[in-house]
């Protein structure tokens, strides 16, 4: 007789994954499917590459849904986890990926900008990790895990980068402070991401050359932050973890970005 094949480390969990249209967001949620997950694609205005995230999703034979929801706005943020709820029955995991990288030098910076980008980048994760925990704590047996995609300007900030460098740096501290305030049902960790997937804007040798200058010698992919989350939402003896996924990134100097 042989062995049963060993559960995926998600299986029929729900996941929704924020921001999750394209780029890193996309591939988290690829990574929870693969993994086993039920997938809840959240977007704010990429409609057409949330239904593509989701053809995709659909072609393996996954269980997905895909929901609309500006998450800088306290409304539609309620409005999408009663909507997950309703659709998926439950929520297990959430992976705080949507974010808006929005220059601004600090002498530059128009309030309404620096408001936006704080909104966004860290009001936003704040009012998804309320709204998740209070239906994690509220299903039978109560529990869940959160996720939240951090950056590496979140601990060296850039010049052209205030608000972004400000808002992930905050959101840091709040991923570590909501392991404590939430344990010991819900467990709250975070990744941060090096370079994994190049700017669009980016020249090719320019991006190679930054990979080349980290310790593996190399740039990364999103499907390493896609496995780094699996990892963490899955590992139920975890939480206040904050996991560079970045090369060694984290190991080198001041970034002359």
Same mark, same amino acid.
């Given at each position: ?25 996309? !591939? ?17 205005? !990429? ?20 929901? &609309? ?6 409304? &539609? ?52 990790? &309320? ?12 529990? /869940? ?76 992919? !999103? ?26 990134? /984290? ?7």
């Amino acid at each position: 007789m042989s062995a049963s094949a060993a559960p995926l480390p998600l299986q029929d969990q729900v996941v929704l994954v924020t921001g999750s249209a394209h780029r890193v967001g996309k !591939a988290i949620a690829l990574a929870a499917a693969a993994a086993g997950a039920r997938v809840a694609v959240h977007y704010h205005r !990429a409609e057409a590459a949330a239904q593509a995230t989701l053809d995709e999703l659909h072609a393996w034979g996954i269980d997905a849904a895909a929901f &609309q929801a500006d998450q800088a706005d306290p409304a &539609q943020v309620d409005a999408l986890f009663a909507a997950v709820i309703q659709r998926f029955g439950r929520l297990d995991v959430l992976v705080n990926s949507a974010s808006a990288f929005l220059p601004g030098e600090f002498l530059d910076l128009d309030i309404a900008d620096w408001q936006r980008g704080l909104a966004v980048n860290l009001s936003g994760p704040l009012l998804c990790c &309320q709204a998740a925990a209070r239906r994690m704590l509220d299903q039978d047996p109560p529990g /869940g895990a959160i996720v939240n995609i951090l950056d590496t300007i979140g601990r060296r900030p850039w010049p052209r980068f205030t608000a972004h460098s400000v808002a992930k740096a905050g959101l840091l501290h709040l991923s570590t402070s909501l392991a404590r305030n939430l344990a010991p049902h819900i467990r709250v960790n975070a990744v941060v991401p090096g370079p994994v997937l190049k700017p669009d804007a980016m020249p090719a040798a320019r991006w190679e050359a930054l990979g080349a200058r980290l310790p593996l010698g190399r740039a990364g992919q !999103a499907g390493d932050v896609g496995r780094a989350v699996v990892y963490l939402a899955a590992e139920r003896f975890l939480t206040g973890v904050v996991l560079s996924v970045d090369g060694g990134d /984290g190991l080198l100097g001041s970034s002359d970005e």
